[in-house]
């Protein structure tokens, strides 16, 4: 079975839609850690024009952003993705090299995926004694500051590859999705410019209340050259998207996610009460793929659905039954198939740790039957 | 002299920030025609979360979308230049061509940009019996509705592109930036969809009061597809724009456009009378870049700087004397160049005839002197 991520993330859609037709809106419990938001009052709607918009938040998201982030400029893009595009597309030239040190595999696939578009090579190193550094051909080194599923990087590692890179003149740029608030707020690291970093990039709905979007920062000579890029390839945040993320970034506030790493033990010891073996995340806990596997595989289960379906499916069953949003069902293509459970999301005050223990070990028990019935094609799309 | 794209944006911005921040908000006056908007309810604005957002606007714009633009599938995307980009990178492999016809030149920068990101031949006709569709290399044909200036395409020759490609099976996609409102409403013409096109993109702020966003439409196959790639960049429209679409689909009302169209002789006829000489434009009038320096020239003026310096500066005084917004001092790098009044600005009710002949007279007057003393660097920048 193939897996049709188009069509995948439309019935996802689809049954989040169904549930707010009847009236079900507050009853969805978004604990992804990415939930967003969108706070304009209605003032600044009246400024959200073509050429109005720009001229007023452009400039106050400078003031937000350096706070949250460092750098002597900020660009605000259309999602971090869409930063890591322009970041490419605009220093790395084929047949040069792109250095990717990250805490644990997988990259971020908009990476790679961008070095083949360019013609670069990529090479991925998750062990800082390894990475070399070629000044003849690496043009730009990328440093993943938290994985998608919350792995942080060592901070003596993210300062000495940095150290590496300026030997040799080579600009650095931070991939810090969810890692400059998570790195931050629990592990107290400075942000990536202030460690030399000379680049990175924040998705503003990742552990904080803004639109999905991204928030670059760095030296200004070459935030200037990428903006240029962004601008070329339509990659810009548009004014009402900046306008939200001013707002957010003026909002936010680290204790949430501080709270949470700190209750998180109790849901793990919960879970571990219903025999399940969860890994734990900063601020909640996750089942990998793999992990989804071996819970089915304890209960003298056989399927041959790969690890991306049994994910896949076990988020759309939580997503239906129990109002629960996490990641395999509604993610981008290629986003990751691990069911974690943010419990810093704002959402995660709608429920008891009860009702998300009952709920996940239950959909466990309807994947079970998912697989007995191999009946997997009608709950994915 | 060369041109810094971002700098002078940014100071026009700037200027445009100082006005607002002195209360003169009102006395703006955007004469682009792609002046946008952003209305979006409270109510609305409630559902404006990552994975929310998207379930309930994605299903809103199928339907206002369809009605607009026809085809089986709509896709929003962050500008018209997101879904340009996105549909060669879909559909345009290496070493194969891409065929545009566009009424007159230039093509819009993105086009031959991307071409060029893909290594694709990339050709331009602008006479239809040229036209040669290679049947083994061309894997794109692209159709401009309607240039940046205005130009309108002649509808038998749009027609006729279309059976060519049809013939060999090539894919026909339509840049119908303001053309899917401008053709259709004065010229009566069909979608690009209804005329055979297998898509079609158009800008949600030309001539209409949406935000800037690029709306696509078209075969559902093909629109999955480029969807896939989208995401994958980071190109689509966000929640926020999406909700902000919908709303300005739903309120569009070509009848402005209709009233300007009879409105321009007027207009047209005070210039004259002032001894300028613009090009009548459908809604309104231009002045070409090389009409710019014409016009300075008629006035026994010498000077060595660039038509395109002559243009943004004009836009630069135009802004920031007479408060009237046009394209050469705020558009992205490689707008164009044109001085275009577009009197179907919704802003063309906040003033009168002779205070925009004035302005433009008065601004001549000024370019005049800045000639005189080859003080541009202090306009522009």
New interface residues.
């Given amino acids: 079975m193939q897996i049709d991520?188009?069509r995948k993330r439309e019935k996802a859609?689809?049954i989040?839609?169904q549930k707010?037709k009847n009236d079900q809106?507050n009853n969805?419990i978004?604990l992804?850690g990415?939930?967003?938001?969108?706070?304009?009052n209605s003032d600044e709607?009246?400024?959200?024009?073509?050429?109005?918009?720009?001229?007023?938040f452009?400039?106050k998201i400078q003031e937000v952003g350096k706070k949250h982030l460092s750098g002597e400029k900020i660009l605000p893009?259309?999602?971090?993705?869409?930063?890591?595009?322009a970041t490419i597309?605009t220093l790395v030239a084929p047949k040069t090299e792109i250095i990717h040190f990250l805490p644990k595999k997988p990259a971020h696939?908009?990476i790679p995926?961008?070095a083949k578009?360019?013609k670069a090579d990529y090479v991925e190193y998750t062990d800082i004694n390894e990475i070399k550094i070629n000044p003849k051909k690496t043009s730009l080194v990328i440093i993943t500051g938290t994985t998608m599923d919350y792995e942080v990087i060592d901070v003596t590692d993210f300062k000495q590859i940095i150290k590496k890179a300026k030997e040799f003149n080579v600009p650095v740029f931070v991939d810090d999705a969810s890692g400059a608030r998570l790195r931050r707020s629990i592990y107290d690291q400075p942000t990536a410019i202030d460690m030399g970093a000379n680049l990175a990039v924040t998705s503003t709905?990742k552990l904080m209340d803004g639109?999905?979007?991204?928030l670059m920062a760095g030296d200004k000579k070459l935030i200037?050259q990428i903006?240029?890029t962004v601008?070329?390839?339509?990659?810009?945040a548009?004014?009402?998207?900046v306008a939200?993320m001013v707002n957010a970034l003026k909002a936010y506030n680290p204790e949430r996610i501080r709270t949470a790493f700190k209750q998180k033990d109790e849901l793990y010891i919960k879970l571990n009460e219903a025999n399940l073996n969860p890994e734990k995340t900063p601020t909640g806990f996750m089942f990998k793929k793999e992990d989804i596997k071996k819970e089915i595989l304890k209960r003298d289960i056989q399927t041959s659905m790969s690890d991306d379906i049994l994910a896949i499916t076990y988020s759309m069953l939580l997503l239906k039954n129990f109002n629960i949003?996490t990641i395999p069902a509604?993610g981008?293509?290629?986003a990751s198939r691990t069911i974690r459970i943010d419990w810093s999301s704002k959402d995660s005050n709608k429920i008891s740790m009860d009702y998300l223990i009952n709920s996940i070990v239950e959909t466990f028990n309807m994947l079970e039957t998912i697989c007995k019935n191999n009946s997997f094609e009608k709950i994915v799309y």
């Fill in positions: 991520e188009i859609l689809k989040i839609n707010i809106k969805l978004d992804t990415l939930t967003g938001g969108f706070e304009v709607m009246k400024l959200l024009e073509t050429y109005v918009g720009p001229a007023v452009d400039e893009v259309n999602r971090t993705t869409a930063g890591i595009v597309l696939p908009s995926r961008t578009l360019v709905d639109p999905r979007g991204g200037d903006k240029l601008n070329q390839y339509g990659l810009e548009q004014a009402p998207l939200g949003i509604l981008m293509p290629e």
